[in-house]
């Protein structure tokens, strides 16, 4: 009889389970599949990881409002931080738009990327060449050019050096140009008789380029120095040596103000010392320098392309992040909005 | 006494000087590597934790709390009063020893940046001890039972995040229809063929998985309603993973217990998986439950193998030790108020995208290019390096005019190991992201670049490790009447394999931290968000780190790096460790 009893509770049991069981699994299917979304965008083969179940109406409206695709960006280490700080607050509002950036100097990103139609940005320290254009109307790459900010190239020396801190353009160019001086004491004499330990931007950056054109001209730049990309080792450089001179743009020394002594530069009307005031008020002359953005015309046909550039000039104002976070003059109210003017009529060429 | 003084003349006197002075120049020239890794690596390890602002009564908090105990529990499970005592002479005469120099220097030479007594104590005396004794505590049982349960749950948490990062850009929906069409028929009948013993169907298995797999990718786009992705995941890598740790148990013990031991931590995954989210536990969705699946179910078998061998059982409360001690450490630290360093290295590092504040700045996206760009190398160069070692060493001729081939590629290969890298990154430029097409900077591109940077050390080490296989074993392998093909896989192979692994291991250190490659195929400098699919842009940690260093910002320089550092190594080690476990069972079977 107990035997009984014990087989019959456990065939009840048998069956409620496989009941319980094909009721739960006919639940999971009617209810956890998902059907494929439209996957929106030119980004490929990705799958929507769209985690929420069911409503369908619901995905289907966010993806046809969000904005979607990928930015490609390459070019200026001068501009690099400008253009994350940018890109980071762009890429936190639209989740679905994937923004990449890398650093590869103003020549290295129009040659390699941007004039093959690798990159839908590049930014630039200096305006592009004519070589580039060209490289550029080979491959059928049309641009516009974007006003980003202003930087004030800053000439750096040690801090234990308590005799260079004015110099005029003309003896920068005697430390820089391509015959350049040796000793400090050749390009003034009162100065000590000590050899110049120069560290500067490599010929691959848009800084190296500047500095020629508006210091040295024609003189050309000295080989006999210390070239690198990194505003850091330029910095390292130049704290560890008391009779060493460097240049950079404004951004680390903005930040770091204490590491190093800016040079104030005389133009003919007193020295003037960097600083976003001076580069503003277009005091600070030769070295007070646009920095540019390119963007694609044919990328600016894409609407996440196109709203992302809208972004960027609307943020070149923002003092904030400009001048507070990375270090730049922030643009005037007035050219924000020629650069404005020209991005939408590019933008409705593009996508009229 | 004459033939004794005209021996010493005839014999006469060696100096011993030149080897001395060799064995100490040679020691000199180890211990100069060492210390100056070791001081980079405090340093950074310093930087990345913000311990130069630790509050010693913070440091000795925890001290007491986790590391006392910690040591506790490996002298007791060594059971050594000899190691005791080394240990307890070696902490007390340390602690003086280190107190006494730094307060030397510190009155005659000058303050020592960023390095307090308390922090050399902990880095020169504790950390050493603290592995000494792990290791000592591991031969014992409690403590080889304790690591073997923490190493279970930390691998078996880290190989389901390493599978997590790959279902990112790998579709989850084809691998859902390749598994269901392809594996599980082909493991079905191979399985058959096992049991029944018909041969025919476990050779049918290759072929069906095969055809599944056509049959899926045909299916991929056409078919248009999946399960959700946590159903995926249950259905297609927890459910195999319990299936696989209830055999061992069963082979082992009880069907009961082979039950529970797969059904209780399958369960608890289910649990996680579907109704973490809705509860509020604030854990959840698929990746949750593939995570508790493929750590929880190892776990489970390793228990009940602990329980079924009944020796040193006790070692089992070392997880609880740790975890009580590290609880009874914040608690004490709350209730005191002691102020507690700032970690760069913390949650939000490794989980959010980088920023141009150096507070919010993380490491995430380059995370998951990097680990996805490693696995397709690790596979691609494994396969690639083994079987051309193979077919060097096993098939081609020594001799005329196919082995004067062979000599040249041999020549090749071994300079191939020496090019720099940044040639192969122009290589790859040229060949897969131009020629081929794969795109610029792409995971496809970045990881056959670096396949190709890393094979030839690949191929040269399988060959010696072919090589070293003894010839007694191939041609006793002959004598029986077997095959190249099965000698090669029977007995070669096999003997070869922890060989294999070593050289792999080196290989793909070194191409983890590769950046000059990547520089050249265009691989982006910063990204914010993870990439979705192998032909989006991506890009690596050390593409991250390196642009970090040029931040004008002090503390991206000193904090962020440093963290982003750590992590890379953490990555590494985590990597290495895996091999190594799997060369050591390799070993081990031998």
Redesign the interface.
């Known amino acids: 009889m107990a035997h009984n009893q014990e087989v019959d509770t456990e065939a009840m049991t048998r069956r409620g389970s496989l009941a319980a069981l094909a009721g739960a699994g006919a639940l999971?299917l009617a209810g956890?599949?998902?059907?494929?979304s439209d996957s929106g965008g030119d980004?490929?083969?990705?799958?929507d990881?769209s985690?929420s179940?069911g409503s369908d109406s619901d995905s289907e409206m966010s993806s046809d409002d969000a904005l979607s695709g990928?930015i490609?960006i390459?070019g200026s280490?001068t501009v690099?931080?400008l253009m994350?700080?940018v890109?980071?607050e762009f890429?936190e509002a639209n989740?679905e738009v994937?923004?990449?950036?890398?650093?590869t100097g103003s020549g290295g990103g129009f040659a390699?990327?941007f004039c093959v139609g690798?990159t839908d940005f590049n930014n630039a320290s200096r305006p592009i060449k004519e070589e580039e254009q060209e490289l550029c109307a080979e491959n059928d790459v049309e641009y516009i050019e974007l006003i980003a900010a202003t930087d004030a190239l800053t000439v750096v020396i040690n801090n234990n050096n308590d005799f260079a801190t004015e110099m005029t353009v003309e003896e920068l160019s005697q430390i820089w140009q391509s015959d350049a001086a040796e000793l400090w004491s050749d390009v003034r004499d009162e100065w000590p008789d000590e050899e110049i330990d120069r560290y500067g931007a490599a010929d691959t950056s848009g800084t190296y380029d500047y500095f020629i054109e508006n210091v040295m001209g024609e003189d050309g730049h000295t080989s006999d120095y210390q070239a690198t990309?990194?505003?850091?080792t330029i910095a390292q450089g130049v704290s560890g040596s008391e009779y060493a001179i460097g240049y950079f743009g404004f951004?680390?020394y903005?930040?770091?103000p204490d590491e190093l002594t800016a040079v104030a530069v005389d133009n003919g009307d007193g020295p003037v010392l960097p600083s976003l005031e001076t580069a503003a008020s277009g005091e600070y002359q030769p070295l007070s320098r646009s920095l540019y953005t390119y963007p694609s015309t044919s990328s600016l046909g894409e609407e996440h392309v196109a709203e992302f550039a809208r972004y960027f000039v609307s943020q070149t104002t923002n003092e904030d992040l400009v001048a507070g976070?990375?270090?730049y003059v922030p643009a005037t109210e007035e050219t924000q909005q020629e650069q404005m003017q020209i991005l939408e009529d590019a933008i409705e060429q593009a996508q009229g | 006494m004459a033939t004794d003084n005209t021996a010493t003349t005839a014999f006469g006197e060696v100096s011993r000087v030149r080897g001395i002075v060799f064995e100490y120049l040679s020691f000199g020239a180890s211990v100069f590597g060492i210390f100056a890794l070791a001081v980079l690596l405090i340093y950074v390890t310093i930087d990345a934790f913000d311990l130069a602002n630790a509050n010693p009564l913070w440091l000795l908090t925890y001290f007491i709390t986790l590391v006392v105990p910690f040591l506790g529990f490996c002298l007791y499970s060594a059971r050594d009063p000899a190691v005791t005592r080394r240990a307890l002479v070696a902490a007390g005469g340390g602690l003086v020893a280190i107190a006494a120099v730094f307060t030397a220097i510190e009155a005659f030479v000058g303050q020592i940046p960023r390095l307090n007594w308390p922090l050399a104590y902990l880095f020169v005396v504790i950390i050493p001890l603290t592995g000494y004794l792990t290791y000592v505590g591991a031969q014992g049982r409690a403590g080889s039972v304790g690591f073997g349960l923490i190493g279970r749950l930390l691998g078996g948490t880290a190989i389901g995040l390493a599978f997590t990062v790959l279902f990112?850009v790998f579709?989850?929906?084809l691998w859902f229809l390749v598994y269901t069409l392809g594996v599980v028929p082909a493991v079905l009948a191979y399985g058959y063929g096992r049991i029944r013993s018909v041969p025919t169907a476990q050779t049918a298995a290759v072929p069906v998985a095969i055809g599944g797999l056509f049959v899926a990718v045909f299916l991929r786009p056409v078919v248009?309603?999946?399960?959700?992705?946590?159903?995926i995941y249950l259905w297609t890598l927890a459910v195999p993973v319990a299936v696989a740790g209830g055999f061992v148990v069963n082979a082992r013990g009880s069907r009961t217990a082979a039950l529970a031991a797969a059904g209780g931590p399958l369960a608890v995954a289910t649990g996680v998986g579907l109704l973490g989210q809705p509860l509020g536990l604030g854990v959840g969705?698929?990746n949750a439950l593939l995570v508790v699946a493929v750590a929880g179910v190892p776990t489970a078998v390793y228990l009940h193998r602990v329980a079924d061998v009944g020796e040193g059982v006790t070692g089992l409360g070392l997880p609880v030790l740790l975890v009580a001690g590290a609880l009874a450490g914040a608690l004490l630290v709350e209730s005191f108020g002691l102020p507690a360093p700032d970690p760069w290295l913390n949650g939000s590092f490794v989980t959010e995208?980088?920023?141009?504040?150096a507070r919010e700045a993380g490491l995430y996206p380059a995370i998951v290019g990097s680990v996805i760009i490693i696995a397709m190398v690790a596979a691609l160069s494994f396969v690639l390096g083994v079987a051309t070692s193979v077919f060097l060493e096993e098939y081609t001729a020594d001799s005329g005019i196919v082995g004067a081939l062979t000599r040249m590629v041999q020549i090749n290969i071994a300079n191939l190991a020496a090019i720099p890298s940044v040639v192969y990154g122009l290589l790859g430029l040229a060949v897969f992201a131009n020629l081929i097409g794969f795109g610029?900077?792409t995971a496809v591109t970045a990881s056959l670049t670096l396949s190709l940077l890393i094979l030839p050390i690949t191929i040269i080490s399988a060959q010696e490790a072919i090589r070293s296989v003894p010839d007694d074993l191939r041609r006793g392998s002959d004598a029986m009447g077997a095959t190249r093909w099965q000698t090669t896989k029977n007995v070669v192979l096999p003997e070869a394999f922890p060989g294999i692994l070593t050289g792999t291991i080196l290989a793909l250190g070194r191409a983890i931290g590769e950046t000059a490659p990547l520089i050249m195929i265009?691989?982006?400098?910063?990204?914010?968000?993870a990439?979705?699919?192998l032909?989006?842009?991506?890009?690596a940690m050390p593409m991250q780190i390196y642009?970090w260093?040029?931040?004008?910002?002090?503390e991206f320089?000193y904090g962020v790096v440093a963290a982003g550092v750590i992590t890379l190594l953490i990555i590494l080690i985590g990597m290495n460790g895996t091999a190594i476990l799997l060369r050591n069972r390799a070993e081990g079977e031998n």
């Open positions: 999971a956890c599949t998902e059907t494929e980004g490929g083969s990705g799958s990881s985690d179940s990928s490609n390459a280490s690099f931080p994350s700080a890109a980071e890429a989740s994937q923004i990449d950036i890398s650093s390699n990327f690798e990309e990194q505003d850091n951004a680390y903005f930040q770091n976070d990375v270090g | 990112l579709d989850a929906r248009d309603t999946y399960p959700t992705t946590v159903f969705g698929p995208a980088p920023s141009r504040n610029f900077g265009g691989a982006a400098t910063t990204v914010f968000s990439p979705t699919s032909f989006s842009r991506f890009s642009a260093a040029d931040f004008p910002q002090a320089r």
